[in-house]
DNA sequence: CAGTATAGTGACCGTTTGGTCACCTGTCAA
DNA sequence: TTGACAGGTGACCAAACGGTCACTATACTG
């Protein structure tokens, strides 16, 4: 993304919408978090509201990239050690990142006060990393890695309780490596439960 | 509860710090919500924040009754037709009852704003429900209804999707149909995997 | 009956907030 | 050279906010 204000601006607004709430955010903290006087805010976006909306612009662009083409999947794997190398791989971004983490934090504490990061935290949440695991099942169901079944509901029973435990890392930042160390368990526990026995 | 103003105060702010959040709840409207004048709030309660203070006095006090015995303690069942009507009325509770949704509302939306809100929310999300269905699994174990193996890994991989559901209902109140079904199937599937096969 | 605590009111105060305005400065094209 | 324009500043405004205060009415108590 280009260093432009305009840019710089949806950045630190992130980071305080993320921490302080809307609500909690006021223009002055804002300005000076990006050395910037409050008027200048103003040349860039009409109101407090607009930039609200120009970083959820941004979020839902980023959601319908990311979830909306069925393109970017990530390949299926040819067998469980390299699912679960891809998988922890993917989750550790997803913990550790900063801006994921300050996205999450967005969704989960705005969702009940704005109609469209309601609808992106369902997104999120719930239906995005479900439907791309709903597909990685099928087809390891198809090369008889793994135990037939519905791999929607699957996916979902894999997908809810990591998303639990990304929540907690979210929370207690504090408690980071024992909830990596319980994803972790809970995916040889999955794999136990789900594997194709084969010779 | 008794039907005191301060009481009253309680209820009232449960509902516009759930739905507002703290900071975009102001007095004066919490006021008019309980046909108060806002200087009356104040021969209760000392601040804003005292209020806030005892509304999580209360929340704790709920949660450390609730979770925090193990006397009450759901009767492990004998069958598995006994679990799934446990459960399920459980679970109808927990999503219809305006108390918990407003609670889970707030607790979502104040978990990184509040000390207090975000080590009650690990009790409810995560610690609480799990460790209650750890002990059911663990005495089902023991009667040969459910597959050996480890009790707490089982009841969070059974929680935490029941829990994702139970967001979308307070979420997105027009899928809750939806919500339930699914989570009724979550459960068969679940006892499908996990019961011990016996004649 | 007098005195005192309780619960409630409306006017008021200082601060914070989102937003506006006149003004300044450098860049770049006519 | 000049003039338009994008980007930035500080002073200012009205509204909203949490909180205080003097005052009133009711009820209980010595």
Redesign the interface.
Known sequence: MENTTKNNILDAALVMF????Y??TNLRDLAAALNLSKSALYKHYDSKEDIWNALLDKMEAYYAQRFGSMDNLPKPPDSWEEFVQTVMGMIRFTVYDPQIILTR?LL??????DERV?KL??KH??EGTANIYGKVFESMMEKGLMKK??PA?LA??FT??I??LV??C???PDRQEEAME?IS??VK??IA??AEKQA
């Not at 993320?18 to 709430?21: D, F, I, T």
């Open positions: 993320a921490e302080r709430g609500k909690g934090k989960l504490t705005e969702q009940f006060h309601r935290a369902t949440f719930l079944g519905d509901m979902f029973s809810a309780p998303s639990a929540h907690l979210d929370r207690e319980k368990q809970f526990c999955f439960t789900h």
